[in-house]
C-alpha cells in the first residue's frame, strides 16, 4: 500500500535548470510534510518541510508547493547545481503517528554541467 | 552535533543465520526507528520504538524482532535471514515532539547468501 507516490523516479537537469519532484498523498490525516536529500553513502537527511496551513515554503534556492485540495506537494529547485545530485525522498506524518513517516519511492537527481 | 551510529556498515551473512543489527544515538531521543531502503520502492518502516522495553510494527516486521534495553540503543534482529532480506537497513532517531524531524545513521548494508 503506497500511501505516498513519488515522481519521476529519476532526474536530469542542466546546471542552473530548475528540478521539480512531485509527490502525491492519500491520508487526509497526514498533517507534516518533509523533503529528505540523501548522498551516496549517507542517510537521509531533512531538508525542507511544510505543514498543510501554508501552500509554499521556501528555504533557499529549495521550495515546497502544497495543494491540500488536490492533495499533492511538489519540491523545486531553482539554479540547480551539481552539488545538488543526490536522491530526494518525500514523506509525510501525521501529529497521532507519533514522528512516524512514510515516504516516497525516491527520485535520483542528476544535475550535469 | 547530533550522532545516530550504526556499527556494522557491511555485512555478509548466510540463510539461516540470526543477524543482529545495532544502532546507538547520543541524543536522548525518545523515539527510534528501523527502514529497510530497496531501488524503487523508497523506505519502508520496519518496528519502532517510543521508549525502552517498548516497540510496534510497522509496515513491513515480517521476519524482523527488535530490542530495546536501554534509551539509546535499538537493535534490528533477523532471527533467520532469507535471501530477500539483503538490503539497506537504516535507523533513525527523534524526540518525542511532534517534529517529525528524524536523525538517521548512514545505514547498514546487508546481503544474504
Known amino acids: 500500500q503506497q500511501q505516498v507516490k513519488q515522481s519521476p523516479q529519476s532526474l536530469i537537469v542542466q546546471k542552473g535548470g530548475i528540478s521539480i519532484i512531485n509527490c502525491a498523498y492519500e491520508n487526509t490525516a497526514f498533517d507534516y510534510f518533509p523533503w529528505y536529500q540523501q548522498f551516496p553513502g549517507k542517510g537521509p537527511a531533512l531538508l525542507i518541510a511544510?505543514?498543510?496551513?501554508?501552500s509554499e515554503k521556501k528555504e533557499g534556492r529549495f521550495t515546497i508547493s502544497f495543494n491540500k485540495s488536490a492533495k499533492q506537494f511538489s519540491l523545486h529547485i531553482m539554479d540547480s547545481q551539481p552539488g545538488d545530485s543526490a536522491t530526494y525522498f518525500c514523506?509525510?506524518?501525521?501529529?497521532?503517528?507519533?514522528?512516524?513517516?512514510?515516504f516516497g519511492t525516491g527520485t535520483q537527481l542528476k544535475v550535469e554541467l | 552535533d547530533v550522532k545516530v551510529t550504526q556499527s556494522s556498515r557491511y555485512l555478509v551473512k548466510r540463510t539461516g543465520e540470526k543477524v543482529f543489527l545495532e544502532c546507538v544515538q547520543d541524543m536522548d531521543h525518545e523515539n527510534m526507528f528501523w527502514y529497510r531502503q530497496d531501488p524503487g520502492l523508497g523506505l519502508r518502516l520496519i518496528y519502532f520504538?517510543?521508549?525502552?522495553?517498548?516497540?510496534e510494527k510497522g509496515d513491513i516486521p515480517e521476519g524482523y524482532s527488535v530490542s530495546r534495553e536501554k534509551k539509546e540503543r535499538f537493535s534490528l534482529i533477523l532471527e533467520s535471514a532469507s535471501t530477500n532480506q539483503t538490503s539497506m537497513y537504516l535507523c533513525?532517531?527523534?524526540?518525542?515532539?511532534?517534529?517529525?524531524?528524524?536523525?538517521f545513521g548512514e545505514g547498514s548494508r546487508l546481503t544474504v547468501l
Open positions: 520504538s517510543y521508549d525502552v522495553k517498548m516497540k
Open positions: 514523506a509525510a506524518s501525521w501529529a497521532g503517528g507519533g514522528n512516524k513517516l512514510t
Open positions: 511544510i505543514r498543510p496551513d501554508v
Open positions: 533513525a532517531s527523534t524526540t518525542g515532539a511532534n517534529t517529525g524531524e528524524l536523525f
